[in-house]
């Protein structure tokens, strides 16, 4: 299992590496490597390989996301499931957590503006049996994902606001 982990290290910080790459890194062959990778794919542990953008070079065409909390009434048998399984089809939702604190679940949501995720809680999600509250919070910078630093040293020229 340690070549496992080891192999998934260097996979998330770049997945395009290849395989006799990350043997040589490791002091393994490429056939192990590589048979590690197939069983990790096989078993559900590896479930795609992806990329991080940085969204704001995209300029207008980058899309607009928000972390949305959810406070939800579980179902008896069911908990927090069942519910859970019916947000998860909305393909506004990229990503999807139980939680613990404030809120029950909580959703990172992707929309081509603000006033369509707007448009998404209140059409879809607001009016799921069991959502009994939301919040929405808009993100509106990234500094970091996935590991990635996505702003540099560079200054924002900012207006001068007087009161």
Known sequence: MELKKEILEILRADAKIENKNIAAMLGSTEQEVAAAIREMEEAGIILRY???????LLGEDAP????IEIKVAPKLD???????????????????YLMSGRCDL???VECKAMKDISKFVWE?????EGVT???TLFIMRKYKENG????GDEKEERLVVTP
């Open 106 to 108: 909580a959703i990172r």
């Open 78 to 96: 069911f908990g927090y499931d069942d519910i859970a399984r019916r947000i998860d089809k909305f393909p506004e939702v990229k990503s999807l």
């Open 133 to 135: 509250s939301t919040e």
């Open 124 to 128: 879809k999600l607001s009016v799921l």
């Open 148 to 151: 990635e630093i996505l702003v």
């Open 50 to 56: 992806g990329i991080t953008v940085n969204s704001e």
């Open 64 to 67: 607009a996301e928000a972390l």
